[in-house]
T-cell receptor, first 115, second 117 residues
Framework: AQSVTQLGSHVSVSEGALVLLRCNYS??????LFWYVQYPNQGLQLLLK??????LVKGINGFEAEFKKSETSFHLTKPSAHMSDAAEYFC?????????????FGTGTKLQVIP | DVKVTQSSRYLVKRTGEKVFLECVQD?????MFWYRQDPGLGLRLIYF???????EKGDIPEGYSVSREKKERFSLILESASTNQTSMYLC????????????????FGEGSRLTVL
């Protein structure tokens, strides 16, 4: 069984401050890890993903995440928050089990950016 | 550009009504999914399909059924809507199998917000 834990359902940062959204996962097989972003009244879109290789992954809009196997973490960061970053962020783990793709999502973190 | 289209963005139905939510993807993806999204609970998988006419239960299938008669179309059916099915419903698709550049990335539609009165 696999699971994802996102610490903090709401995070507030000041514009220009560091953004750090935490994600820990558990998986019995090597996972693929994702961060998705959801803007109000929209579907989810991919922010970045880790598959294999380099553990520091860069995504869109200046976000990046680092896969740390020893800590089973995949935290999302951005050096300087922008007002347009206000959204809900979901961490997800994907693996194949029994011939089927299994994707498990965290419960999401709403990011508020304060001017 | 890849696209997953959900036919209705907003629906209001009455308790006991039959509800159809339609989803169409134009990426020739084998896998299609229906999720339900509720505040504080994240996304929960209702059903998924890995091929035409094939379906598998997800984590919360009770009260729902699905239909996949064509590869590009995956429908979610609420046989008798109840107030506890008021939610945001998200359809997604992905390629089948590992490798060949497939990482399990999901492509989502815009969502269908259903209110059951």
């Amino acid at each position: 069984a696999q699971s994802v834990t996102q610490l903090g359902s709401h995070v507030s940062v000041s514009e220009g401050a560091l953004v750090l959204l935490r994600c820990n996962y558990s998986s019995s097989v090597p996972p693929y890890l994702f961060w998705y972003v959801q803007y109000p009244n929209q579907g989810l879109q991919l922010l970045l993903k880790y598959t294999t290789g380099a553990t520091l992954v860069k995504g869109i809009n200046g976000f990046e995440a680092e896969f740390k196997k020893s800590e089973t973490s995949f935290h999302l960061t951005k050096p300087s928050a922008h007002m347009s970053d206000a959204a809900e962020y979901f961490c997800a783990v994907s693996s194949y089990s029994g011939g089927y793709q299994k994707v498990t999502f965290g419960t999401g973190t709403k990011l508020q950016v304060i001017p | 550009d890849v696209k997953v289209t959900q036919s209705s963005r907003y629906l209001v139905k009455r308790t006991g009504e039959k509800v159809f939510l339609e989803c169409v993807q134009d990426m020739d993806h084998e896998n299609m999914f229906w999720y339900r999204q509720d505040p504080g609970l994240g996304l929960r998988l209702i059903y998924f399909s890995y091929d035409v006419k094939m379906k598998e239960k997800g984590d919360i299938p009770e009260g729902y059924s699905v239909s996949r008669e064509k590869k590009e179309r995956f429908s979610l059916i609420l046989e008798s809507a109840s107030t506890n099915q008021t939610s945001m419903y998200l359809c997604a698709s992905s390629l089948e199998g590992l490798g060949h550049g497939n990482t399990g990335e999901l492509f989502f539609g815009e969502g269908s917000r259903l209110t059951v009165l």
